[in-house]
């Protein structure tokens, strides 16, 4: 079965340090892998993918990922964390089944301190 | 660019009572469109997608309905909410290259009391 994990309910880092949200995901064949990032009370927001190519994706607001096959993982990561990162960040992976649907992880807080 | 218009923004609602959230998007046509649910601020659940007009595929077995009237118009309905419906629902939209993430609206919140 297709899913992804996030395993790490909460992660608390100061402003300027680098931060990582872990995804590790499991599904046959090529993975399409998304993020998103959730303000309270909003909708999702379209950070970054991987599709193919180069295993270091960057996207939106300063963030990055990168993408291991061997390890099945796609983690977020930004070098200097801003308190206006904090929000709630999900991994996604494309669900082979078809018909763009998206298999979503739990999420993952992130809490930047001034 | 896509825009995805989901009304009312919350809504409370008693047991029993019925149900009708609208998604509506503008800047695209014959999109794929999905309601997805969250529960508790964390995960996010895939109840129904549609590939074209009056075209719906349910995911899990629920409550819940959802139909699409016009090619840009997605509704979620119940004819007796129960609890456990209570929830944020968001709606998102696909269309393009088969690179395109989803797109979402803003959602709604839902206390069913």
């Known amino acids: 079965a297709q899913s992804v994990a996030q395993p790490e309910d909460q992660v608390n880092v100061a402003e300027g340090n680098p931060l990582t949200v872990k995804c590790t995901y499991s599904?046959?064949?090529?993975?399409?892998l998304f993020w998103y990032v959730q303000y309270p009370n909003r909708g999702l927001q379209f950070l970054l993918k991987y599709i193919t190519g180069d295993n270091l994706v960057k996207g939106s607001y300063g963030f990055e990922a990168e993408f291991n096959k061997s390890q099945t993982s796609f983690h977020l990561k930004k070098p200097s964390a801003l308190v206006s990162d904090s929000a709630l960040y999900f991994c996604?992976?494309?669900?082979?089944?078809?018909?763009?649907?998206?298999?979503f992880g739990a999420g993952t807080r992130l809490a930047v301190h001034p | 660019s896509q825009t995805i218009h989901q009304w009312p923004a919350t809504l409370v609602q008693p047991v029993g009572s019925p149900l009708s959230l609208e998604c509506t998007v503008e800047g695209t046509s014959n999109p794929n469109l999905y309601w997805y649910r969250q529960a508790a601020g964390r995960g996010l659940q895939l109840l129904f997608y549609s590939v074209g007009i009056g075209q719906i595929s349910s995911e899990v077995p629920q409550n819940l309905s959802a139909s699409r009237p016009q090619d840009r118009q997605f509704i979620l309905s119940s004819k007796k909410l129960l609890l456990s419906d209570s929830g944020f629902y968001l709606c998102a939209s696909y269309q393009g290259g088969g690179n395109s993430p989803l797109h979402f609206g803003n959602g709604t919140r839902l206390t069913v009391t």
């Open positions: 996604a992976v494309r669900d082979t089944g078809g018909y763009n649907k998206l298999i």
């Open positions: 599904v046959s064949g090529n993975p399409y």
